[in-house]
C-alpha cells in the first residue's frame, strides 16, 4: 500500500489552520513532506536497489524500509542529489544487512566505482563542469583530507571522530579539513576560468 491509497482509505480534513502550532499540524507537515519526498524519489531508490542484485519484491520491501528509516529519524533535505545519496546509502545498507541476515551475501569488490556507475546512469553525472572539475580536484588532495572530508561530509562525522580515525587532535582536524577546503576551492575556480 502506498501512502497515495493510505490518502485515499483515510481522507484527513485540512486541519493545518485549526491546529496550526500544535502536534497535529507538525505531523500533518511532516506527512506532506514525506510524500513529496517519496514520490521524488521512491522510483530512484527502487532501480538502484534492483541495480545492486535485490529481486523486485526485495526491491519493494526494501525500498518501503528506506523510506520508514527517513521517517524514523530526524531528517533535513540539503539538496537533491545530497537526499538522494543519503537515500541510497540507507537503501544499500538495508539491503546488506538483508543479505546478511538471510546469509546471500554478495560482496561488491568495487563499490566506489559501482557507485560512479550509478551516478552517471542515474543522470546525477551530466557532464556538468564544476561537478568534473571537483571530482578532479578532489582526486588531487593528499588520502588524509580526502577522508576527513569524506568523514565530514557524506558520513556527517563530527571533529572529534575525525581526529581520532586520523589520529590526530581535533584542531589538527579542523586545520586539515580548511586547508582541504580552500585547495579544492582554488583548483576549481582554477579548471572553470
Not at 497515495?4 to 500544535?22: C, I, Q, Y
Not at 531508490?45 to 535485490?54: E, F, K, P, T
Not at 563530527?158 to 579544492?184: P, V, W
Amino acid at each position: 500500500m502506498t501512502l497515495e491509497d493510505n490518502r485515499e482509505l483515510h481522507p484527513r480534513r485540512d486541519v493545518a489552520s485549526e491546529t496550526e502550532g500544535t502536534p497535529e499540524a507538525c505531523s500533518v507537515h511532516r506527512e506532506l513532506e514525506l510524500a513529496e519526498l517519496v514520490a521524488k524519489h521512491q522510483a530512484t531508490v527502487w532501480r538502484y536497489l534492483r541495480a545492486l542484485g535485490a529481486d523486485a519484491a526485495l526491491a519493494d520491501d526494501l525500498t518501503q524500509d528506506t523510506f520508514l528509516e527517513v521517517m524514523r529519524k530526524p531528517f533535513v533535505q540539503y539538496s537533491d542529489a545530497a537526499t538522494a545519496g543519503y537515500l541510497r546509502r540507507v537503501a544499500h545498507n538495508l539491503f546488506i544487512s538483508r543479505r546478511r541476515r538471510d546469509a546471500k551475501m554478495t560482496v561488491t569488490e568495487h563499490a566506489e566505482a559501482f557507485d560512479e556507475a550509478w551516478m552517471r546512469w542515474a543522470g546525477f553525472d551530466n557532464g556538468n563542469p564544476a561537478i568534473d572539475a571537483l571530482t578532479d580536484c578532489f582526486a588531487r588532495l593528499t588520502e588524509r583530507a580526502q577522508l576527513a572530508l569524506r568523514l565530514r561530509f557524506a558520513e556527517d562525522a563530527s571533529r572529534a571522530r575525525i581526529a581520532n580515525a586520523l589520529g590526530i587532535t581535533e584542531h589538527g582536524a579542523k586545520n586539515l579539513m580548511q586547508r582541504a577546503k580552500a585547495q579544492l576551492r582554488d583548483c576549481v575556480r582554477q579548471k572553470m576560468q
